[in-house]
């Protein structure tokens, strides 16, 4: 099972990083790189993640936050960095065989922006934070692993 893991995450980096090396910093192209690309919406100022993630498993980044939202099976974002690119949370469920890019591109946040997705209950979900720069996207070193 972990090498079934290692392989879906290594083949899931590989190709984000491919898509990272083509890429321009205006027009990032992960689209080839996952199979679900969800761009962030604007969540209401009265919307937090704070109450329902487990923020053990959340990034605090010097370029943004992120976390999952088990109860709503949301993806929340907040861009720290007024550099002008986006930040952005990967994932990949091994056992259905998606995975997927919850993008914020509406640049620094005035609070936190959501991706919600339909995920099944009780699998793990594998993800990790990213971040954009003038060479492309970049990973931070740590993966997560959350039962939804």
Known sequence: ????IAAVLGSLVMAFTAAAAVASP???DVSAAASEIDYALD??????????????RGYWYTDGDGCIQKNGDD?????????????????SEPVS?????CIDALGVA????????DWVDG???YWGFMYHTAEGWMYEAETFKTVI
């Not at 209401?44 to 109450?51: I, L, N, T």
Request: hydrophobic share 45%.
């Open 123 to 125: 699998r793990t979900l």
């Open 26 to 28: 205006a027009s990032a």
């Open 1 to 4: 099972m972990i090498k079934r």
């Open 43 to 56: 969540a209401d100022w009265s919307d937090s993640p704070a109450k329902d993630c487990a923020w053990d």
């Open 110 to 117: 005035k609070a936190w922006v959501r991706c919600n997705k």
């Open 97 to 101: 065989g998606r995975d997927g890019m």
């Open 75 to 91: 993806i929340w974002i907040l861009d720290r960095d007024p550099d002008g690119y986006g930040v952005a949370v990967w994932w």
